[in-house]
């Protein structure tokens, strides 16, 4: 066991791709740059710190609690609460947005990857590396495909035996299933051109909210997700992407064991402020 202070950085969205475990997965950064993995971190507990109708409350907050290695996870930066009433747990002002995300960069850039291949390579044993902050060159573009509407059957099932969940609602209410996959298609410093899905809590909450908006109407409110991350964001912001492995895939060894699990996306700045 051991005391960890960790800058809470991704939420990710609940996928019936998903192991029990991983029902929620919080990842953040220590103040050394090393990211770190804490799951499973309760649903009703994060819904729990709501502020203003957001679960969100926790990103970009530095939290203090006692962490398990996981035995049961070969990635080395997955750990787990000790203790999942969270009794143990300090929580710290949140890290705001000043001087164009200053104090955020200061942490979530401290180790950065621009070479996908490398990063890949890097996730292959010994080193098993599973969650990194990698620099796009170029983002070619955002992509919307179908997906399925309804939980399956088994996950809804698995999703009925944990206590993950509130146990007098059903799962289907309380977190939606999101009928829509999202994606990146970027290029590396090398022009290797790659497609990772988005899986991060932000994407999936503003779609609902975007969708609540336009009353319904799905096509509405994709076109303003779009707004958001293909016109907004590639004009505006200077993005890079938070990156982790499933746990599966990594298991496998496959190609490419990497989802996109967060999106960094303070604004461009002039080269007159370099000088």
């Known amino acids: 066991m051991a005391r960890k202070k960790v800058l809470i950085s991704v939420t990710t969205y609940p996928l019936p791709s998903r192991s029990y475990d991983e029902l929620v997965c919080t990842a953040g950064l220590l103040e050394t740059g ?3 993995r804490i799951y499973p971190i309760p649903l009703s507990f994060l819904m729990g710190q709501r502020h203003s109708g957001k679960i969100e409350s926790f990103k970009y907050t530095w939290i203090e609690l006692d962490l398990n290695k996981r035995t049961d996870d070969f990635r080395p930066e997955s750990h787990s609460p000790q203790n999942y009433d969270f009794r143990d747990i300090v929580i710290y002002d949140r890290v705001g947005t000043e001087s164009n995300w200053l104090k955020r960069k200061k942490f979530c850039l401290q180790n950065v990857y621009t070479n996908l291949s490398q990063l890949i390579k890097d996730s292959e044993a010994p080193t098993n590396m ?8 170029e983002i070619v573009g955002f992509e919307i495909e179908n997906d399925t509407r309804e939980w399956k059957d088994e996950w809804v099932e698995i999703r009925k035996q944990g206590d993950l969940f509130a146990p007098e609602k059903p799962p289907e209410t309380l977190i939606p ?4 996959k999202f994606f990146y298609r970027f290029k590396d410093v090398a022009g290797k051109e790659s497609r990772l899905m988005i899986e991060d809590w932000e994407i999936g909450a503003l779609y609902w909210n975007c969708l609540k908006a336009t009353e ?8 303003k997700v779009r707004e958001k991350y ?5 004009a505006e912001k200077d993005i890079y992407l938070f990156l982790g492995t499933t746990k599966e895939w ?9 989802v996109i699990i967060g999106v960094f996306y303070p604004k461009k700045e002039s080269q007159m402020k370099l000088f």
């Open 230 to 234: 293909e016109g907004e964001f590639l």
């Open 177 to 180: 299933k999101l009928p829509y």
């Open 250 to 258: 990594h298991l496998r060894r496959s190609k490419n064991p990497f």
């Open 216 to 223: 319904g109407n799905e096509a509405v409110a994709l076109e």
């Open 34 to 36: 090393e990211w770190i």
């Open 130 to 137: 599973s969650l990194a902050t990698f620099k796009p060159t």
